[in-house]
C-alpha cells in the first residue's frame, strides 16, 4: 500500500477510484472523469493535492542559494507571496523537477514540489543548502486543496473566516498570502482560475466537506490531467525529466540567463547550447479518430510526450518533442497504423476558451 493524504478515507467514503500515483493512493475520479473535467472548465472543482511537498527554507543567504539552485531567478520577487515558476537542473541540463518557489521575506522561501519526485528533491536541496546554511522543512503538517474554475474563488471567499475575505479576494495571479496558519495562493494547474490553498493537516477534512457543501465538486487525477494538458502545461516525467533540459521541453521561458553574472546549476551546459535546442515542444491535433498517447513514434521523427481525449475539444491532443521546425502535418503510430496530426503553439485551452476549432 502506498502513503495516503489525511482526506483519503474522505475520497473512499465520497466513491473514488483510487489508483497508485507515484507512491500515493489518490482519487482518480469520482464516477466520471469528462464531467469533473467539465465541470472545472464551467464552474468549479476541488483537488487533493496533499501528495505534493512543501518545504520552506530558512536563513540569511537563502535568496542566493536559491538564485544558484534554480534555472528562473527568485531575485524578481520583490513582493511577499508572489510565486515563481522554475525548474531545477542537473549540472547536465537535465530536470530534477519543476516546482513553484513562494517569496515569503528576505530570510524564507518556500517550495512545492511534484509528489514522485520530493524524495530525490529533498536529498538534492539539502546537500546543496548546506554550504550557505539554509534550513530545510519539509512540511508534513500541511495539507493542500487546489480549487480550481471559473467560479472556484467566488464559491472558497464564503467559507473563510470574515477577516481574510477582502485580503484573499485581491490576491493577484501567482500570488499568495498567510492567513494565520494558512496559505493562500492563487495559483494552480488547470488553466482556470483559483485557490491553492495549503492549511494545517488538521483542518483538512473539515475544508474538504465546508468547500463541498458550497457546490464545489470533487476531482481526481485523470481530470487534472487533462486539464494541464489542454492548458499546455508540462507533466514531469512525460514532458520533461533528467534526460531533458528546458530548452527542448518548451520550457527556455522558465530560464532567466540575465544577469550574466547569475551562475545556476547547468546554465553552462545550456549556454554552450546557444541557448537553444535542435528539438522543441510542440503541439498536436489528431485529424482523425484515434487517441494520442505518450511514446506513440512520429513520423518523419519525434514522440509524443502527453497524449489525450480533449472533452473541451472533442478530438485528441498531445505534447510532442520534434526537431526544430518540423513541418505541419506529421503521422503518428497508433497501433501499427498511422495517423495525420498537425503541430500547433499550445495551449489548446485557456480560461476556458478553446484556442482551437472544436470538432463537431
Not at 501528495?51 to 511577499?80: I, Q, S, W, Y
Not at 465538486?217 to 516525467?237: H, K, V, W
Not at 546554465?267 to 541557448?275: C, D, K, M, N
Amino acid at each position: 500500500m502506498g502513503q495516503k493524504t489525511v482526506l483519503y478515507d474522505t475520497h473512499v467514503l465520497q466513491g473514488a477510484k483510487i489508483v497508485d500515483f507515484g507512491g500515493w493512493e489518490m482519487p482518480l475520479h469520482y464516477g466520471s472523469q469528462i464531467d469533473e473535467h467539465n465541470v472545472v472548465r464551467r464552474d468549479s472543482g476541488m483537488f487533493d493535492v496533499s501528495h505534493m511537498g512543501v518545504v520552506d527554507l530558512r536563513g540569511d543567504r537563502v535568496l542566493e542559494f536559491l538564485r544558484g539552485l534554480l534555472a528562473n531567478d527568485v531575485a524578481r520577487l520583490k513582493t511577499p507571496g508572489k510565486a515563481l515558476y522554475s525548474c531545477m537542473l542537473l549540472p547536465s541540463g537535465g530536470v530534477i523537477d519543476d516546482l513553484i518557489v513562494y517569496f515569503m521575506s528576505d530570510t524564507w522561501f518556500r517550495l512545492v514540489v511534484n509528489a514522485g519526485t520530493r524524495a530525490k528533491d529533498l536529498a538534492w536541496i539539502r546537500r546543496h543548502a548546506m554550504s550557505c546554511s539554509v534550513s530545510v522543512a519539509e512540511r508534513d503538517d500541511l495539507a493542500m486543496i487546489a480549487i480550481q474554475g471559473p467560479k472556484a474563488r467566488e464559491r472558497v471567499l464564503p467559507i473563510l473566516p470574515a477577516a481574510w475575505r477582502t485580503r484573499a479576494s485581491k490576491l493577484a495571479v501567482f500570488q499568495g498570502g498567510c492567513f494565520d496558519s494558512w496559505f493562500i495562493a492563487r495559483t494552480g494547474y488547470t488553466g482556470e482560475d483559483g485557490f491553492e490553498v495549503m492549511l494545517p493537516v488538521v483542518d483538512a477534512i473539515a475544508t474538504w466537506t465546508a468547500l463541498r457543501a458550497t457546490g464545489i465538486q470533487p476531482a481526481g487525477l485523470g481530470a487534472r490531467d487533462t486539464l494541464r494538458l489542454e492548458a499546455g502545461m508540462n507533466l514531469y516525467g512525460n514532458d520533461m525529466d533528467e534526460d531533458h533540459h528546458p530548452l527542448e521541453c518548451g520550457l527556455a521561458w522558465t530560464v532567466a540567463f540575465e544577469p550574466a553574472e547569475r551562475d545556476f546549476i547547468g546554465r553552462q551546459v545550456l549556454e554552450g547550447l546557444g541557448r537553444t535546442s535542435d528539438d522543441e515542444l510542440v503541439g498536436l491535433l489528431l485529424e482523425e479518430r484515434g487517441v494520442l498517447r505518450s511514446h506513440q513514434k512520429i513520423i518523419p521523427a519525434g514522440e509524443v510526450t502527453s497524449g489525450t481525449f480533449s472533452p473541451t475539444l472533442n478530438r485528441s491532443i498531445a505534447l510532442a518533442r520534434v526537431p526544430r521546425n518540423t513541418a505541419s502535418p506529421v503521422q503518428v503510430e497508433i497501433r501499427g497504423k498511422l495517423h495525420v496530426a498537425s503541430i500547433v503553439k499550445p495551449p489548446f485551452v485557456r480560461h476556458g476558451r478553446a484556442l482551437i476549432p472544436i470538432q463537431p
